[in-house]
Structures are given as C-alpha cells and as structure tokens.
C-alpha cells in the first residue's frame, strides 16, 4: 500500500500501538520483530481485540482474506514512513536532542518551559529510539505548536536513522561521554554518532539553529566541523562573549540552587540582564546545564523570564532520575536509571560537593562498556579513594574485579541481605548503577 493511502486510514484511526496486549478500540497495530518475537504471530489477536487494522509484513500470518490486514515490505520501516510523512504534513517545529547524559532530564526540562506559551507535544518517558520516535511523533496533533523530539544511541548511524524521520528544525546535543563504548567501539565513535546530528543540520537546515554548551570544548569542535553554515545560540557557565545565557551554582544543600542572566550576546537582552536565582527539585550541579539549555532554547522562542522560572522552580523530577526520597531512616538521593563513566563521576563529584553529613553510595555496575571496562569501574574506585565519603558499597561483576578494599556484593539481592542484617540510620545515600543492576529495589529497604 502507497504510504499516502496508508496515512489516509491512520488519520481515520490515529492511535498506533506495536504492542498486542495494548490494542485500543480502533487503533492501528504495527507486526515489528525483535530478537525474541514476532509480531506478525499476534496480528489476529490484535485484530480480535479491537485494532481496526493489523499491517503485517508475512503473508502467512494473515489468516484469511481480510481487509483489516494490510500488507507491506518492512512494518518498521512502513512505521517509519508513516511517521515522516505525518510529521511533513503537520510541519510543526521540531526540536531534535540528543547527548550522552542529561537528554532525557533535559527533554522534560525544555518541554515544561515551554508549555508556559505554547501547547508542547515532547517525547514521553524514554521512548527515544528507532521505534520511540516514530511512535512520539504520530502522537503530533494539529493543535501542537511545538515538539520536543529525544533521540538516543548505542551504535553508529542510530542518530542519522532517528533524524531522517524526525527532521528537526532545531538542534541540541547535551554533551558527549563515555557510555556505550561496547556499541561504539570508542570515545570518537560516541562523538561521530552524536555529531550525526550537527550533520542534518548542515545538510538539510542551514536556515535552523543549533544551541550549544559554549563550555563544551568536544561539543565547540563538532559544531566546528560538521555545521559550519548553522547559526548557533550559546549558553556556559563560565563568562564568555558567545554565549546568551550564562548560569551558576548557589548551593546543593541538597537540592540544586542556582542563578542565572541573559547577557550582552543575547538575541534580546533589553535591559533585563539581572540575576534571577531559582531553587529547583533536582539533585546535582551537573544539572545546571540541562536548566541552562532549557532556558535558553526558551528564551529564543519568547518565554519571558519569570514563565521559565517558574517552570524550572516546579519541575519534579521521575523515573529514578536526581530524585530524593527521604525515608524513616534516611534520604536516599536515586539515581539508579542507568550509569556510564561520565555520569557516575558526575553524581560522585556532585555528591562530595554536597553540604551533608554522613554520606554513604551504593554504586552498581555500569553496563555496555566493552573492552574498557575493567580499566573504567577502576577509574570510578580510584576517584572514590579521593573522596571523603562515611561508606561506600559496590554492586556486580565488574566493581568485583577491581583493586579496591570497599566492600563488595555480587548482586543486589546480596545488598538486600545486608541491609536486612545492617540497616543504615541517618545517612544521605547516594544509589547510582546501570537499570539491569536493578539498584531501583532498595529504596525500600533503605
């Protein structure tokens, strides 16, 4: 089937689910494979359970001649299409982000400073990969003015395959660091990979704009190098003359306070280039340059001052992300949705800077990291040696091999135990691993 006509059923029925055991009354299922399914196997079902169409790509699996089955190549791909053309239709303005750490948080940040103007469609929970960013945008409605689009990556060309359905209009990449070598085979990969973005815009937005971390010097070259011909619009927490926004850190006692002004560069400065000071809900100086991208990129698109702080003084955090849980006992500070060098040392650095008594952290593998792994989980031990923490546990394989006399557990269940045996009392807890250490079971303990 033409994509076209298929566009035509999908504004008919504009709820697309990939899922058979989510199957709304009239919706659309997409048969997608994985490595340990078959979605073509549960067309029928999906059909039988309220889907007004199940598009399959094998034949086999359409048990009679019905029209509700429509069949097509590649069901990922047809997904794909079927998501750009609705996105080209609507042509609503696109803001593409993407980054090692800091994308998700930052995602949310952006899209609840600019719901203070606009009506904001932005990507929901994690859904930031090759199926996650067809399906955010088939949610677009015409009443949307504005898109907050996530990308993730793990492999070369994953960012060049998100932007080609995505096409954004505006460009941000968080930063660069050491997360899913085992994929990207090095540090330079992680950078090609994230720069695949800068490259759309080169090729295909030269009208757009990128913002960009001015203090960034990996992100400053690959500006540099891959989208020349684009204007860009800086933010730093260092004073420069290239940047419009610039911010600093008040306090982290816990919770993230912090200041921040237009300057001189900024596109309108007007006269209003006071400090504004914002106490936030989240945990972590490193997340002062997710709140300055968000203010940023808001106030290019006419959010007034006192709409972002606002915004950014309410925004609460989810999802074990920078969040603290203040037990009986004592204040857990969560952060267990996954784990690479660069964010690890980030949390641990953060954490040593926090003005606390009694700090303990229970710190979980960190997962994809290749052939360097090793050489990386001792890293993070020799840093923790130059830190003046009260306790500090490890959890998995990798911590275990390394040189190190802190305490360590196979698992968490072996941590469970240990808590069970010897619950703390009156500490500030940092909890930080990779999602498949599954570090998110002991709040409950703790």
């Known amino acids: ?212 971390n001015q203090d960034n010097e990996y992100l400053k070259e690959m500006f540099r190098t891959h989208c020349p011909n684009v204007k860009a619009m800086g933010y730093a927490q260092t004073d420069r003359p290239d940047i419009s926004i610039r911010g600093e850190v008040v306090s982290c006692a816990p919770y993230l306070k912090f200041r921040w002004r237009k300057t001189a560069a900024a596109p309108s400065p007007r006269e209003d280039t006071r400090w504004h000071e914002v106490q936030t809900q989240l945990i972590g100086a490193y997340n002062l340059d997710n709140m300055l991208a968000a203010i940023t990129i808001g106030s290019h698109f006419g959010v007034s001052d006192e709409q972002i702080n606002h915004a950014l003084a309410g925004y609460v955090p989810s999802n074990n992300r920078s969040q603290l849980q203040i037990t009986a006992h004592n204040k857990l500070i969560v952060d267990a949705y996954n784990a690479n060098p660069t964010s690890m040392e980030a949390a641990l650095t953060n954490f040593q800077r926090m003005d606390v008594p009694k700090k303990m952290a229970i710190l979980g593998d960190m997962r994809e990291l290749g052939d360097v792994s090793m050489a990386e989980h001792q890293k993070i031990v020799d840093l923790i040696a130059t830190l003046n923490l009260d306790k500090v546990w490890l959890v998995g394989e990798e911590f275990g091999r390394t040189n190190t006399t802190l305490r360590k557990f196979k698992d968490t269940e072996a941590v469970r135990e240990a808590l069970r045996q010897e619950p703390p009392q009156g500490y500030y807890i940092l909890i930080k691993g990779s999602n498949g250490i599954k570090l998110f079971q002991l709040p409950e303990l703790l």
């Open 1 to 212: 089937m033409d994509i076209s006509e298929l566009y035509k059923l999908f504004l008919k029925h504009p709820v697309v689910t990939t899922d058979s055991r989510d199957c709304p009354k009239d919706s659309m299922f997409f048969a997608l494979k994985g490595t340990s399914f078959n979605g073509n196997e549960f067309a029928q079902s999906a059909l039988e359970k309220g889907c007004a169409y199940a598009v399959i790509d094998q034949k086999e699996y359409q048990i009679q001649e019905d029209e509700r089955y429509i069949l097509v190549e590649d069901c990922l791909q047809t997904l794909k299409q079927l998501a750009n053309y609705h996105r080209r239709t609507l042509g609503t303005p696109i803001i593409g982000i993407t980054g090692t750490n800091g994308k998700t948080t930052t995602k949310e940040l952006l899209a609840t400073v600019l719901a203070e103007r606009f009506n904001v469609w932005y990507t929901q929970g994690n859904f930031n990969n090759e199926i996650g960013v067809p399906k955010t945008l088939l949610c677009l409605k015409p009443e949307h003015e504005m898109a907050v689009v996530e990308m993730g990556a793990s492999h070369p060309g994953d960012i060049q395959s998100l932007v080609t359905v995505a096409e954004p209009d505006y460009a941000l990449i968080t930063n660069v660091g050491r997360a899913h070598l085992q994929g990207f085979g090095s540090f330079e990969g992680v950078m090609r990979t994230k720069a695949e973005l800068y490259d759309y815009m080169q090729q295909h937005k030269p009208q757009g704009l990128v913002f960009i």
